[in-house]
């Protein structure tokens, strides 16, 4: 059974930083690519950013760029998202993500509260 699981989600005020982690179990996900996605109160989920398997490659949102990092460590199976320069707009559930190709199926976790305060 596939479950990723994030953690480090808090109140911090405006110019702040969280660290975000996602663990992941059930399988190996060294192969896989992995992202972080955000769902703000009455809006759309939205890419934040991925990583490739091997960490080498990296895409982020506009909105982030500069001020999010995105890396992983295969050996605990675990990603983070270092979130620094964090703006009340920043404010969302963030959700960890894989796809994984050969069984087609896309793997969310339950998210976890990031709220910026002004």
């Known amino acids: 059974q596939v479950q990723l699981v994030e953690s480090g989600g808090g109140l911090v005020q405006a110019g702040g930083s969280l660290r975000l982690s996602c663990a992941a179990s059930?399988?190996?996900?060294?192969?896989?690519?992995m992202g972080w996605y955000r769902q703000a109160p009455g809006k759309e989920r939205e890419l934040v950013a991925t990583?490739?398997?091997?960490?080498?490659?990296?895409i982020y949102a506009d909105s982030v760029k500069g001020r999010f990092t995105i890396s992983r460590d295969n050996a605990k199976n675990t990603v983070y998202l270092q979130m620094n320069s964090l703006k009340p707009e920043d404010t969302a559930v963030y959700y960890c993500?894989?796809?994984?190709?050969?069984?087609?199926?896309?793997?969310w976790g339950q998210g976890t509260q990031v709220t910026v305060s002004s």
């Open positions: 990583i490739t398997s091997t960490g080498d490659r990296t």
């Open positions: 993500s894989t796809y994984i190709l050969s069984r087609k199926v896309r793997y």
């Open positions: 059930g399988r190996t996900f060294s192969s896989d690519v």
